[in-house]
């Protein structure tokens, strides 16, 4: 008896077991927009900086339609030693003014971003085209990209996925630079050491013994100049001032102002300021029309 039992408890433990790691990946094809290109659900999925018609400046035409689907996910990280998460592409190659979709398929249980900077501002917010989705699923979303020649940055922007080598690069016509630090594409700024040698640090670089004197004599004229103390005085006579005056005007303001929209409150303060200009102007001309009354003249007595 305690035999079957425990054979039901293992068949029910496998079964529970795969259905926790099978994995369903969610389609996110029914977002809401909320402008400028920006769609999401509430399941976790966004598009940020779509455009699927609008040319960037000096594309004439869309030179081509294209397609790719990117992977997402922990298990792309295994041919990079040293990484945790990684895209299954880290290279990508288009003519200028393609329009692209990309089909972005996250695999772990966790966030993931395929998010494209540099691109013009004018056009999409930010400088940037993004797509996430919050565990598995799939997002989709089409730009157009610039004309010229040029490599843009493709990463996940959660904190350290990037660092661990959730980045690629983009290149449009012929690119630009290698960006570092792509896996698999490029060198590493800061290379895993696995030799076990301890840290040894480089010593500071010494200078020649001219660039060593003149380095004291310019410490030594920068010495004997003497310190100028006019103007940051002023200057700073005029700061406790203008502090002194904001201190109390402050809680007028802040009364007068409660309640107003930002538009209302700048009518209010340019009205302020028209009234007090014109009470200047009217102070003196009644000054000027006081000193420049025709008085009598005495004559001289004969």
Known sequence: MDKKVAI??????????????????????????????????MDGGMVMGQNTDTLPGGCERISATKEITVHAGHKYSEKFPGTMYAFDQQEFNFEPCTKLTVHFINEDEIRHQWMMHGLPKYLYPKGMFHLEVSGPGKVSGTLILPPGDKTYLVHCDIAQHMEKGMKAQLKVGKGGEDLPSIPGVTASMFPDDYSGKPYVALP??????????????????????????GTPSVISGLTVIGLALSLISAPMLEKKFKGMTTGEALANIFEIISHGIGSG??????????????????????
């Open 8 to 41: 039901v408890l293992i068949i029910s433990a496998l079964s529970v077991s795969q259905t926790l790691t099978a994995k369903e990946i969610q389609d996110h094809n029914q977002m809401m927009a909320h402008g400028e290109g920006h769609l999401m659900d």
């Open 204 to 229: 500071p670089p010494v200078a020649s013994p001219a660039a060593a004197s003149a380095l004291q004599k310019e410490k030594a004229d920068t010495t004997a100049k003497p310190v100028q103390t």
């Open 281 to 302: 102007f009217a102070l003196l001309g009644k000054l000027f029309k006081m000193f420049s009354k025709n008085k009598p003249i005495s004559l001289p007595d004969k």
